[in-house]
């Protein structure tokens, strides 16, 4: 079955911590995005324009969703018959929220129940939330290159980006 869309947001974004280092060379202070929403069976559906989707718990009784993602960023092949190590550093986004409801009645607040005729549905205005990115070295690797202060590089790791996201209806 398709899941029930929630309609399309448009997402600002704006950095509230850095501990990885203005250097760091996807660190952008502020950005805006589009992203889908859509639920099905108790999961949520996180689908940005020209990225990859992700799947998340979503709360009916408050609105509340959650997603995670976690990736392994290899930045150096191990080669043992040379002697190196390799380095890998591990990603991991979480996207916290929350969805605000307005319903069909003239902007009385309410969570919807989908399948209801869609005239009278309660939309999906926006939302709230923040995305947290941790950045870390993966076990067993030696990632001493990568910390420093030039372009690219780490201040520290594990180092955290915390930003705050507020969505809009489009």
């Given at each position: 079955?398709?899941?029930?869309p929630?309609?399309?947001f448009?997402?600002?974004s704006?950095?509230?911590?850095?501990?990885c280092?203005?250097?760091?060379?996807?660190?952008?202070?502020?950005?805006?995005?589009?992203?889908?929403?859509?639920?099905?069976?108790?999961?949520?559906?996180?689908?940005?324009?020209?990225?990859?989707?992700a799947?998340?718990?979503?709360?009916?009784g408050?609105?509340?969703?959650?997603?995670?993602d976690?990736?392994?960023?290899?930045?150096?092949?191990?080669?043992?018959?040379?002697?190196?190590t390799?380095?890998?550093?591990?990603?991991?986004?979480?996207?916290?929220?929350?969805?605000?409801?307005?319903?069909?009645?003239?902007?009385v607040?309410?969570?919807?129940?989908?399948?209801?005729?869609a005239?009278?549905?309660?939309?999906?205005?926006?939302?709230?939330?923040?995305?947290?990115?941790v950045?870390?070295?993966?076990?067993?690797s030696?990632?001493?290159?990568?910390?420093?202060?030039q372009?690219?590089?780490?201040?520290?790791?594990?180092c955290?980006?915390?930003?705050?996201?507020?969505?809009?209806?489009?």
């Amino acid at each position: 079955a398709e899941p029930d869309p929630l309609g399309t947001f448009a997402v600002v974004s704006e950095m509230r911590s850095n501990t990885c280092g203005p250097q760091v060379t996807e660190v952008l202070s502020r950005a805006t995005f589009d992203v889908a929403l859509a639920l099905r069976n108790g999961s949520i559906f996180w689908m940005p324009r020209g990225a990859s989707q992700a799947t998340g718990t979503y709360n009916p009784g408050t609105g509340a969703f959650r997603f995670v993602d976690e990736q392994t960023v290899v930045l150096a092949q191990p080669d043992a018959r040379r002697g190196i190590t390799g380095c890998a550093l591990i990603r991991a986004d979480v996207i916290e929220g929350v969805v605000d409801w307005s319903s069909g009645d003239g902007g009385v607040d309410d969570v919807p129940t989908f399948g209801q005729d869609a005239s009278a549905a309660p939309r999906a205005r926006g939302f709230r939330g923040t995305e947290t990115v941790v950045w870390g070295v993966a076990p067993g690797s030696a990632c001493g290159g990568v910390l420093g202060a030039q372009r690219g590089q780490f201040t520290a790791l594990p180092c955290e980006l915390t930003y705050a996201l507020t969505a809009e209806a489009r």
